[in-house]
C-alpha cells in the first residue's frame, strides 16, 4: 500500500517514573512470572517489552500464569489453557466452571466503598462491598421469583447508576445473560435491540439527568415494556422520584421491594465459555448485532487489564465517564473485580453550569484513575477550563479512548491537570469488550501515540498482502486469540455473520478494520477507520491524521473529512468544521486550516472545500459516522445507510443528505448551506 510513512518521536513525551514503574502491579507480575512460570525471557521487570514478547509467543503460559497470579476461584478445574488456537473458534480454559459475580464481589471490603454513586449536580452517595452483596442477593433473589433462570436474559434500560450493577451482578450469578442500554435511546431504538434476545425481565429507570435537565422516561420505559412480548415481569426503578402510573398491562415490581429482601446469595458456577452479557454494535446499518461474550474470557482480560495495565487494587478509585451502552460501562463495572472502588456518574460530561464537575468530583473523592474521552479533553482546553484549581494530586493516570488521543492533549494535561499524570491513550473496541493497545506504568507515553499493544494481544500491522509492517500505516490485525474475543453473534447460528466481520480479509487472522502503524520505538498510531481511508490519487491517509490537526485549532471545535468518489471517475474531498462559539468560519480560517494541514499531515490531502456545519454526527457511544456521512453524500438513500435513531443527533442525516444532494444537482463544487 502507497502511503507516507508517520514521523516517529523517538523521544518519549513521558518516560516512566521509575519509582512509580518497580512498586508497580505489572512489574510485580513480572517478577511473579519469571519466578512460578518460568518465564526467563523477561528479564527486566520494569520494563515492559520483554514481559509483552512473552505474553503473545507463549500464549498459554502467560494466561495460566494471569490465571494463578489473580488466584481464579474455579468450581472445577480447568484441563488445558488453550485446546484450540484457530480463530474464531478458539476454545480456552476447557473443563473449568466459575462465575464473574463472585470474583466481583469476593475482593471488596464489607464497610469500604465499593460504588460511589455521583451526578452532575454533585450529589453522591456510596455503597460499601457489605450493602452490595446483600443488594445483589436481594435482586438476584427477586429475579428467581420472577421465573429468571440459567440461560435466561435480564436487559436493563438504565442510566449510569448502581442500578445497573446491582442487577448486571444478580443476573449473572443466577447464570442468566445481561444486556443494558441508556435511556437516551428511544423506545423503538431500545426494543430492537432487546426484542432480539426474548427477555424475561426488564429493569428500568423513571429517568435521567443531562445538562442541567431532569429526562422523564416512565412513558418511554412503560412503552418499550409494551414491545417485548417475552417479559414476565418488570422492575421500576425510582432515580429521579418521579411517580410511576399505578395501572400497568404486565406485572411490575418496585425496585424498593426488588433490593431490600433480606436473602442469602447463591452464586451458581458456569462454564468458562458460558455467556455473560450481550452488548451491541453502534446499529447505524439494520438491526445491531448482539455480540456475546463469557465469564471466563472476560474475567481474565478485565483482571489483565485494570490491574496489570491501570494499576489498580485495594484502596484505588476509578471515575471513567461512560454511558451504559458503550463497552467502558462494562470495564467500569469489572473495577470491582480488583478490589478497588468504581463510580458512576450520571448527567453530561461538562454541564454549561458547571463543566469542570468531573474535575471537582475526581477531586471531592480522590479518584486515582480517572477516564474520558479525546473529545472531552480538547473541549476542556478550548473552554479554558483549569482542572487544577481543584486538589487533583491523588490522580495519577488519566484513560483516554474512543478516538484517537490528538498530540496537543499531553502538554495540556501536564500543564493543567498535572506533570506527573500518566496519559493513557487506548485503543479497542466492543467487539473485544477491551483493548488493543494502551499503558501500563512501565511504559513511556509519546505524545499523539498509543504506548504499546497490550499484555496478551498478537498486535501487527499488515499491507495489502497480508505482511506484517513497521513504521508504515496497515491493516491493525490481531493474530493470536484472545480471551475476551466474542463467542459468537446473537441469532448467528452458523457463524456466518461472526466470520464475515472479522476473518474475511485475512483468514484466521482478526482484521479489526482500523489503520494503525506499530512503530519502531514500540508505540502504535492509530489513523483512523480502514473503510474510511482518504485515497487522493493512491496517496492513503487515514481521517484520523486530518481531524487531528484540524482540532488543535482554537477556533474549531470538531471537525469530519470525508473522501467520496464520484460516479464520473472523480475524488471529492470537503472537509466539514464545527466553528468554536463565536467564530466565524471566513476565508482567512479557512486558509488557516488548510495550512495546518499541509504542513501537519499532508500536503496531498488538503481537502476540495471547507464547510461549517451546526455539529459533527456520531453513534450514541460517540464515534464519528465516516462511512455513512459518505454514502449520503454519494446520494444512498438515508433509509439504507444508517438508522437515525443510532445517532447522537439525528436531524444531521437529513442534513448531510440535502448537502449531497444540492451537489448531485450543481454537478461542479457547489456552494452549499453553511452554518457560521
Known sequence: MTTQRPTPHPQPFLPPDPEAAAGS???????????????????????????????????????????????????????????????????????ATLNYAHHALRNLHPDAPAITALDETGAGY???????????????????????????????????????????????????????????????????RFAQLEPTVLITADGYLFNGTTHDRRAASLELAETLPTLKATVLVDHLGLTWPETHTHLTVPWDAAATRTEHLTITPVAFDHPLWIVFSSGTTGLPKGIVHGHGGVLLE???ILTLHCDLGVGDRLLWYTTTHWMMWNLVVST????????????????????????????????????????????????????????????????????????????????????????????????????????APTTPVWAGEVSAPNLGVALAAYDGAGRPIVDQVGELVVTRPMPSMPLYFWNDPDGSRY???????????????????????????????????????????????????????????????????????????????????GVTLDDALRE?????????????????????????????????L??????????????????????DNPDLVAYFADLGTERRQARQPHTVKDAS
Open 25 to 95: 502491579r505489572v512489574a510485580d507480575f513480572a517478577r511473579w512470572a519469571a519466578r512460578h512460570q518460568g518465564a526467563e525471557e523477561i528479564q527486566d521487570f520494569t520494563g515492559y517489552q520483554s514481559l509483552h514478547h512473552w505474553s503473545v509467543t507463549d500464549l498459554e503460559r502467560f494466561w495460566a500464569a494471569v490465571w494463578a497470579y489473580f488466584d481464579i476461584d474455579a468450581a472445577t478445574p480447568y484441563e488445558r489453557v488453550l485446546a484450540e488456537e484457530t480463530m474464531p473458534s478458539a476454545r480456552w480454559f476447557p473443563g
Open 126 to 192: 456510596e455503597i460499601t462491598g457489605r450493602q452490595l452483596r446483600a443488594q445483589v442477593a436481594s435482586v438476584a433473589a427477586t429475579l428467581r421469583d420472577l421465573g429468571v433462570t440459567h440461560g435466561d436474559r435480564v436487559v436493563g434500560y438504565l442510566p449510569n447508576t448502581p442500578h445497573a450493577i446491582i442487577t448486571f451482578l444478580a443476573t449473572v450469578s443466577l447464570g442468566a445473560v445481561w444486556s443494558v442500554c441508556g435511556q437516551d435511546y428511544g423506545p423503538k431504538a431500545a426494543a430492537d
Open 302 to 304: 478485565h483482571l489483565k
Open 336 to 439: 470491582l473485580l480488583t478490589g478497588a472502588t468504581t463510580c458512576t456518574y450520571d448527567g453530561s460530561p461538562a454541564p454549561v453550569a458547571r463543566p469542570d464537575i468531573l474535575w471537582e468530583l475526581a477531586a471531592r473523592h480522590k479518584v486515582t484513575v480517572f477516564g474520558t474521552s479525546p473529545q472531552y479533553l480538547l473541549a476542556m482546553a478550548k473552554l479554558r477550563i483549569e482542572p487544577g484549581l481543584h486538589d487533583l494530586s491523588s490522580i495519577r493516570a488519566i484513560g483516554s479512548t474512543g478516538a484517537a488521543l490528538p498530540a496537543s492533549a499531553y502538554p495540556w494535561v501536564r500543564d493543567h491537570v498535572g506533570a506527573g499524570v500518566q496519559l493513557a491513550s487506548t485503543s479497542g473496541g466492543t467487539d473485544v469488550v477491551s483493548a488493543f493497545a494502551g499503558s
Open 499 to 581: 466470520r464475515d466481520a472479522y476473518f474475511t480479509a485475512y483468514p484466521g487472522v482478526w482484521r479489526h478494520g482500523d489503520w494503525i502503524t506499530l512503530t519502531s520505538h514500540g508505540s502504535v498510531i492509530v489513523h483512523g477507520r480502514s473503510d474510511a481511508t482518504l485515497n487522493r490519487n493512491g496517496v492513503r491517509l487515514g481521517s484520523a491524521d486530518i481531524h487531528d490537526v484540524v482540532e488543535r485549532l482554537p477556533e474549531i471545535t470538531e471537525a469530519l473529512v470525508i473522501g467520496a468518489e464520484e460516479p464520473d471517475g472523480g475524488y471529492w474531498m470537503p472537509l466539514f468544521v464545527v466553528p468554536a462559539p
Open 592 to 624: 488557516r486550516i488548510r495550512d495546518a494541514i499541509r504542513t501537519g499531515a499532508s500536503p496531498r490531502h488538503v481537502p476540495d472545500e471547507i464547510l461549517a456545519v451546526p455539529a459533527i454526527p456520531h453513534t450514541r457511544t460517540g464515534k464519528r
Open 626 to 647: 465516516e462511512v455513512p456521512v459518505k454514502r449520503l453524500l454519494q446520494g444512498a438513500p438515508a433509509e439504507q445507510v444508517l438508522d437515525p435513531s443510532a445517532v
